[in-house]
């Protein structure tokens, strides 16, 4: 089993749609969560971390966190062509981040 | 300014030659991170380095070995490169050993020929 799995996609949506980008982990003892947003040739760029159970808004972003599930999700509302680009889950571990394989979003005009 | 350098962004060369990257970061960071990317975009942790000090080393070939001559540099150099050491390698760094608030570099794409 995959430390952290996500769909690789693409995931195509709609300008100006909500976008759903899912990730499931494997470790209960996880505690800190994060969402990288990497564009094609570009190096990955933090875009969103959750610490707790919940939702985390920033901007035209939300991230949820369940726990009990071992699931975490990103929500990317009004999405805009510039929102296409590949979408990493990250989980913190003992003195480490491990990277899900992620999920490439394509915002179609 | 570029708060995480690699140097050269580039790399093509022959199996057998030895090479080095080069990583800086001017963050005031404690630990920084190697990772490679293949062509499947799989960006997975090669080593960590606290303070200088080698944290993680994840079951890499002895044929790669990272330096870090103080906590802002830390370099990767590879003997005898083979045709599957191709991806692009990112160097990042955060604030300490439990952050996962990762900065990364610009990415060095290394070709093997």
């Known amino acids: 089993q995959k430390e952290v799995e996500q769909n690789s996609g693409p995931l195509s949506v709609p300008e100006g749609a909500i976008a759903s980008l899912n990730c499931t982990y494997s470790?209960?003892?996880?505690?800190?969560f994060f969402w990288y947003r990497q564009y094609s040739g570009k190096s990955p760029e933090l875009i969103m971390f959750i610490y707790s159970n919940g939702d985390k808004e920033d901007g035209r972003f939300t991230a949820q966190l369940n726990k009990a599930s071992q699931y975490v999700s990103l929500l990317i509302r009004d999405s805009q062509p510039s929102d296409s680009a590949t979408y990493l889950c990250a989980v913190g571990g003992y003195q480490k981040v491990t990277f899900g394989i992620g999920t490439k979003l394509q915002v179609i005009p | 300014d570029t708060a995480v350098s690699q140097t050269p962004k580039y790399l093509v060369t022959q199996m057998g030659n030895d090479k080095s990257i080069k990583c800086e970061q001017n963050?005031?960071?404690?630990?920084m991170y190697w990772y490679k990317q293949d062509s499947k975009k799989f960006l997975k942790i090669m080593f960590s380095y606290n303070n200088k000090e080698l944290i993680i080393n994840e079951t890499v070939p002895n044929r790669f070995s990272p330096k870090s001559p103080d906590k802002a540099h830390l370099n990767l150099h590879i003997n005898s490169l083979e045709l599957g050491d191709s991806a692009v390698y990112f160097c990042a760094s955060t604030l300490g050993l439990d952050s996962g608030e990762q900065y990364f570099g610009p990415g060095t794409r290394l070709t093997v020929t």
């Open positions: 470790d209960r003892g996880s505690q800190s």
């Open positions: 963050l005031g960071h404690d630990t």
